[in-house]
C-alpha cells in the first residue's frame, strides 16, 4: 500500500467583513495510489473549496494552512507558485463541474489539449497531438482526428467533459481531483462518465478524489468515503464501513434520505434533516451538527469536537462513543 | 450570420442616403445660398449671376440627386475658393487625417489596454485608482485646451515635438496625443471590464490548473477573450477621430479633412463642406460595420456557428 | 423522538413592515427610514459633495456675478494690457489675473464666464433632454415600428460628426449665444434617447405595467404615472453629463470663433484668444481653461456620484 497524498490538519479561512471565514477545518485524509475516495456532503459544507486548496486554487482573499500536505512525498504547502504550477497538471489533474464554460471558446479542442502537455514535457507539437487523439480515443471520442479542430461550443455537454478528462489525462498525473464532474449532466451521461472514470483509473493506475453531494455515484465509485458537514469531516472510512456501519447522525441521516425502490413505502415521508447550516464566520462552539442532531446534549458543547479514530483510516467526530452512537441509529431507524 | 449582416447593410445604406440629404441641406438651411455666396453688398443682378451660374435656381431635388449622381462617382465638383476638384483637395489632406487618428488610436490604445489589463488584475489597488482618474481626468478635458497645454509644453517650452504643420512624422506626435487621448476613457473601462469578467471564468480556473505559466493565462486566454469587444470599439473610435480632428488639425495648422471642412464652412465653400461631412460619415458607417464583422470574426461561436 | 431543533431567529425588523410603523406602538431603537438611508449615502459619498460644493460655488459665482466681479468684463484698458496675475512679480491685487490683450479685466471676465458656460450647459442640455427622452420613451414603449423609426433616427444622428455639423449649422446660423444653444440641444439628444429607450423597455415589461394596461388605464396615463418615475434615476444622470457635454461642445465652438461671439467672455472664447499670446502669457489660456475643466470635471463627477447613490448595484 502506498499512500499518494496526505493531507493532515488543512484549513481555509477568508477574510470577510463580518469576521473571519472558516470553510474548511482541520481535514485529516489520504489517498492511496489506485483508490478512489470520494468526499461527499451537502451544498456550503467546503468540499470545493477542499478540491481548490489541494490544487492551490483558491481565491486571493483565501488563505490556506495545515500540519501536512504532500503529494507522492512532494511538500506541497511550501511549494514555491512556480514549483506548484509545475504539478499542476502534471501530477495532479483537475476536473470541473461545469463542462459547458471551462474550456476557452476562442481556441480549438487540439490546441487546448496539446498546450496541457507542451507545458509540461519537452515533446513535438506533433507528439503532443498523437498523444492527445490517443486519449481522446481512450474517453470515448469517435474522429477523434477530426474532433481536434473543432471548437468546445461544437459540442455537446458529455462530449465536453469527456474532453476534459482526456485533457487532464494529457501529462499522465499522479492524482485527479473531479469536483462533481457529471453534477451538470444528464442522468443518462453521469453514468457513462463515471463509468469511464472508473475503467481509466483502472488502466491508469492514478488516484482519483471524487467530491460529489450524491450518495449514489459515492456508492458506485468510493473505495474511501470522506463525510464532510460545514467544514469538517465528521465521518471517514472504507465505503464498506461507511454505509454498513454509519456512527455519525449525520451520516445516518444522509442515507435515509436516498428512497429505496422497494423498502421506501408510497406515502411515507421522505427523509430530511431539519435547519440549516451553521455560519462559519468567527468561533463556532463545539460540535457543528448540534442543531440538527436528534441526540445533542450538553457534552456537544461549547469545547470543539475531536475526531474519534477507531480504525486505520476510519474515524467519525462525535461525543457518543461507538455504542452509544450506534444504539442511537438503531433508535432513529426504528422511527 | 449573413442574413444578419445583409440586413445591417441595407440599414447602413439607408443611414448614408439620409446623411447625403443632410450634408446637402446643410447650408442652405438658413435660406438662400445665392445670397449668402454673392455677400452682403451684392446687389440682386450678382446674385442672380450666382444662381445662374451654380445652377441654384433649379428645383431642390434635381440639384440634389444631381450632386449625389457624382458623388458616388467620387466626383464633388469644384471648389468655390481653391483652384482645384474638391476630389483631389480631399485626396490630398485625407491622409494626414488617416495618419493622425491612425496615430491617435495607437495611443489611445497603447496607453488604455496596459492600463485596463493591470487595473483588472489589482482592483481597487494604487493602479486602479490611477487608471480611474486618468479616465475621468480624460473626459474633463477640453480638447483644444490638452492641445494647447501639449504645445506649450513639449513644443514650446521643451522644445522636444514641433508644433504646427505635418512634414514629418514627429509633426503627428503631439496632436495624436492630444486627438487620442479622449478616447482612452472609454476603451479602458472595457478593457477592464472585459479582463475582470475573463479573469474569474471557468476557462481561466481550467488554465490554471493546468499549470499554464501566468503569461500565458494573461495573453493567451484571458486577453483573447476579453479584447474582441475592444476591437469593434476601437473601430467606432476610429470613426469617431476621424469627424472629431477639427479642433486638433486647427490648433497644430495639419491640413487634413478637419481643417479642410473648417475652412470652408467659414468661406461657405459649399461642395466641399458637403463632400467632407458625407466622406465621414460614409467612413464612420464602413468603420462601425467592419467592426462588428470583426467582432464576428474573432468570437468562434459566431464565426464557426 | 427528535428533540426541537435550534432555529435562528432575529427580531423583527420594523423596517419590514409596510409604513415602517411599530405595531405594537412601542418605540424600538434605530432602523432608519428609506429617506434617511437616502440622506446617508449621499452626505457619506466624498467625491459627490464635493463636486456638489464646487458647482453650487460656480453657481453663485455666476448669480453673484455683477457685485463679485471687480470690473467691467467688457471694459477695455489699452494703457493696461497684458497685466499679469497677482502671483507673478509684477501682479497687482487691482487685477487679480491679470488682464487681456485689450487690458479687459480677466477676473472679471471669467467670473462672467461662468454664466455663459452654465447658461448654454443647462438649456442645451433641457432641449436636447426634452427630445431625446421623448423618442426614447416612445421607441421603448411602443416598440414596433416607433422603435424602428427612432432607432434609425439615432443611428443617422451618431453617424454625424457632431462638431462639424454644429459647425456648419451655428455658421450658416449666425453664431451667438442662442444659435449655439439651439443648434447644442438639436444634435445632443442621442444619450438620452439610448438610455431612456432601455430604461423604458425595462420597466414596461415590470408586472404592475401590465396591471395597469389590464384595468384600462390610457397609455399617457400609464407613461406618466408608472413609466416616467422608474426612468427618472437615469434620466437624471444622463442629464448631467448633458450638461457637461455641452458646455465642452460650446467651449471647442467658441474656441473654433464659431460659437458665442466676441466681445462675450466666453471661456472657450478666452482660450482662443489668449492662443496668440501663449509663449510668454500662458496664463491667458491657462486660467480660463482651468475652468472649464474643474467645471466640466465637477458635474461628471456629481454624474457619477448620483449613479452611485441611486443604484450602487450598478457599480463596475
Redesign the interface.
Given at each position: 500500500m502506498s499512500v499518494l497524498l496526505e493531507v493532515q490538519d488543512l484549513n481555509v479561512d477568508i477574510p470577510l467583513s463580518s469576521g473571519i471565514l472558516h470553510p474548511v477545518q482541520k481535514l485529516t485524509f489520504h489517498v492511496d495510489k489506485g483508490e478512489t475516495l470520494c468526499i461527499v456532503g451537502e451544498s456550503g459544507c467546503g468540499k470545493s473549496l477542499t478540491s481548490l486548496a489541494l490544487m492551490d486554487l483558491l481565491p486571493k482573499r483565501a488563505s490556506r494552512t495545515g500540519t501536512k500536505l504532500e503529494l507522492a512525498g512532494m511538500n506541497l504547502l511550501t511549494a514555491s507558485n512556480r514549483e506548484m504550477s509545475d504539478i499542476r497538471g502534471n501530477r495532479m489533474g483537475m476536473i470541473f463541474q461545469e463542462p459547458m464554460s471551462s474550456l476557452n471558446p476562442a481556441f480549438t479542442i487540439g490546441n487546448q489539449m496539446e498546450e496541457a502537455m507542451l507545458r509540461h514535457r519537452d515533446v513535438s507539437r506533433k507528439e503532443a497531438r498523437e498523444r492527445a487523439i490517443y486519449l481522446l480515443e481512450k474517453v470515448g471520442i469517435t474522429g477523434a482526428r477530426g474532433r481536434l479542430g473543432q471548437y468546445p461550443h461544437q459540442l455537446s455537454g458529455g462530449l465536453r467533459q469527456r474532453v476534459m478528462i482526456a485533457m487532464t489525462l494529457m501529462c499522465g498525473p499522479d492524482l485527479i481531483i473531479a469536483d462533481e464532474p457529471t453534477t451538470a449532466l444528464d442522468v443518462t451521461i453521469q453514468a457513462q462518465i463515471l463509468l469511464l472514470l472508473k475503467e481509466l483509473q483502472r488502466e491508469f493506475g492514478m488516484g482519483l478524489i471524487l467530491i460529489t453531494h450524491d450518495l449514489g455515484v459515492v456508492a458506485r465509485m468510493a473505495d474511501r468515503v470522506c463525510v464532510m458537514y460545514a467544514g469538517q469531516i465528521v465521518e471517514q472510512g472504507t465505503a464498506e464501513e461507511v454505509f454498513g456501519d454509519p456512527m455519525h447522525p449525520y451520516t445516518r441521516g444522509l442515507i435515509d434520505c436516498i428512497p429505496v425502490p422497494g423498502k421506501t413505502k408510497r406515502g411515507e415521508h421522505l427523509g430530511s434533516i431539519?435547519?440549516?447550516v451553521p455560519s462559519l464566520v468567527g468561533a463556532f462552539q463545539g460540535c457543528h451538527f448540534r442543531?440538527?442532531c436528534?441526540?445533542?446534549h450538553d457534552r456537544c458543547a461549547p469545547d470543539p469536537i475531536h475526531l474519534n479514530w477507531i480504525g486505520e483510516g476510519r474515524g467519525y467526530r462525535c461525543v457518543l462513543s461507538p455504542e452509544e452512537t450506534r444504539r442511537a441509529g438503531e433508535l432513529e431507524a426504528a422511527? | 450570420m449573413l442574413v444578419f449582416m445583409a440586413r445591417r447593410l441595407f440599414?447602413a445604406v439607408?443611414?448614408?442616403f439620409?446623411?447625403s440629404v443632410?450634408a446637402f441641406s446643410?447650408?442652405r438651411?438658413?435660406g438662400d445660398l445665392a445670397v449668402?455666396l454673392a455677400g452682403e453688398d451684392a446687389t440682386a443682378e450678382q446674385v442672380e449671376i450666382i444662381r445662374e451660374r451654380f445652377g441654384l435656381n433649379r428645383p431642390y431635388y434635381i440639384q440634389y440627386l444631381e450632386w449625389m449622381g457624382k458623388a458616388v462617382q467620387f466626383d464633388f465638383g469644384e471648389s468655390m475658393f481653391y483652384p482645384q476638384s474638391v476630389s483631389s483637395l480631399i485626396v490630398d489632406r485625407i491622409t494626414n487625417t488617416l495618419t493622425l487618428a491612425g496615430f491617435g488610436l495607437a495611443f489611445a490604445l497603447s496607453l488604455s489596454i496596459p492600463m485596463g489589463v493591470l487595473a483588472a488584475l489589482r482592483p481597487d489597488s494604487w493602479i486602479d485608482r490611477l487608471a480611474l482618474t486618468i479616465a475621468?481626468?480624460g473626459?474633463?478635458?477640453?480638447?483644444?485646451?490638452f492641445a494647447?497645454?501639449l504645445?506649450?509644453i513639449f513644443g514650446?517650452y521643451l522644445g522636444m515635438f514641433p508644433i504646427s504643420g505635418s512634414d514629418t512624422y514627429w509633426h503627428f506626435v503631439l496632436p495624436a496625443i492630444s486627438l487620442g487621448y479622449y478616447s482612452t476613457p472609454a476603451v479602458m473601462?472595457l478593457t477592464?471590464?472585459g479582463m475582470l469578467e475573463v479573469m474569474s471564468s471557468d476557462y481561466i480556473r481550467t488554465a490554471r490548473a493546468k499549470g499554464l505559466h501566468t503569461g500565458t493565462i494573461l495573453f493567451k486566454h484571458a486577453l483573447r477573450n476579453a479584447v474582441i469587444p475592444v476591437v469593434a470599439l476601437s473601430a467606432v473610435q476610429f470613426g469617431n477621430m476621424?469627424?472629431?480632428s477639427?479642433?486638433t488639425e486647427?490648433v497644430f495648422q495639419i491640413q487634413g479633412l478637419?481643417k479642410l471642412?473648417?475652412d470652408g464652412?467659414?468661406k461657405n465653400d459649399f461642395p466641399v463642406?458637403q463632400a467632407?461631412?458625407l466622406l465621414?460619415?460614409v467612413f464612420?458607417?464602413v468603420l462601425v460595420l467592419l467592426g462588428d464583422l470583426l467582432n464576428a470574426w474573432l468570437d468562434p461561436r459566431i464565426r464557426v456557428g | 423522538?427528535?428533540?426541537p431543533?435550534?432555529?435562528?431567529v432575529s427580531p423583527a425588523d420594523p423596517g419590514d413592515i409596510p409604513g415602517g410603523a411599530d405595531p405594537l406602538g412601542v418605540e424600538s431603537p434605530g432602523q432608519p427610514t428609506s429617506g434617511q438611508l437616502f440622506v446617508r449615502r449621499v452626505v457619506g459619498h466624498g467625491s459627490f459633495v464635493f463636486a456638489a460644493t464646487i458647482i453650487v460655488g460656480i453657481i453663485l459665482m455666476a448669480l453673484l456675478a455683477p457685485w463679485l466681479a471687480p470690473h467691467d468684463p467688457y471694459n477695455q484698458d489699452l494703457g493696461n494690457r497684458l497685466v499679469y496675475p497677482i502671483w507673478t512679480e509684477n501682479g497687482t491685487w487691482l487685477h487679480p489675473l491679470g488682464t487681456d490683450a485689450l487690458g479687459r479685466d480677466y477676473l472679471s471676465r471669467v467670473i462672467y464666464g461662468s454664466q455663459i458656460s452654465l447658461i448654454i450647459g443647462f438649456t442645451a442640455m433641457t432641449i436636447s433632454g426634452l427630445i431625446g427622452t421623448t423618442m426614447g420613451v416612445l421607441a421603448g414603449y411602443f416598440g414596433g415600428r416607433v422603435d424602428m423609426v427612432v432607432t434609425?433616427l439615432l443611428?443617422?444622428r451618431l453617424?454625424?460628426?457632431?462638431?462639424?455639423?454644429a459647425?456648419?449649422?451655428v455658421?450658416?446660423?449666425?453664431g451667438s449665444l442662442y444659435t449655439v444653444i439651439l443648434v447644442l440641444g438639436f444634435l445632443l439628444w442621442d444619450r438620452f434617447t439610448v438610455v431612456m429607450r432601455s430604461t423604458t423597455q425595462q420597466v414596461r415589461s415590470l408586472d404592475y405595467v401590465a396591471a395597469a394596461e389590464a384595468i384600462g388605464c390610457s397609455t399617457r396615463r400609464i407613461i406618466l404615472s408608472e413609466i416616467m418615475p422608474n426612468v427618472l434615476g437615469n434620466l437624471l444622470v444622463i442629464a448631467t453629463f448633458e450638461v457637461?457635454h455641452s458646455i465642452?461642445l460650446e467651449?471647442?465652438l467658441s474656441?473654433?470663433?464659431?460659437g458665442v461671439q466676441p466681445p462675450t467672455p466666453s471661456w472657450?472664447l478666452m482660450?482662443a484668444e489668449g492662443?496668440d499670446y501663449?509663449?510668454f502669457e500662458?496664463y491667458l489660456?491657462?486660467i480660463p481653461?482651468f475652468c472649464?475643466?474643474t467645471l466640466?470635471?465637477a458635474i461628471?463627477?456629481l454624474g457619477?456620484g448620483a449613479r452611485d447613490i441611486l443604484a450602487p448595484e450598478n457599480r463596475?
Open positions: 431539519p435547519g440549516m442543531d440538527r436528534p441526540h445533542a422511527e | 440599414v439607408l443611414v448614408a439620409t446623411v443632410i446643410l447650408m438651411i438658413s449668402m475621468v481626468l473626459q474633463a478635458l477640453p480638447g483644444f485646451w494647447l497645454i504645445m506649450f514650446l473601462r477592464r471590464t476621424l469627424g472629431g477639427i479642433v486647427t478637419g471642412a473648417y464652412v467659414l463642406v467632407v461631412l465621414v460619415a464612420y458607417i | 423522538m427528535a428533540l431543533t435550534m432555529t435562528r434609425f443611428t443617422t453617424t454625424l460628426p457632431v462638431v462639424m455639423v459647425l456648419a449649422l455658421v450658416v446660423v449666425g457637461a465642452l467651449a471647442a474656441f473654433l470663433g464659431v472657450g482660450v492662443r501663449m509663449l500662458p489660456i491657462m481653461g472649464i475643466f466640466v470635471l461628471n463627477m457619477d463596475s
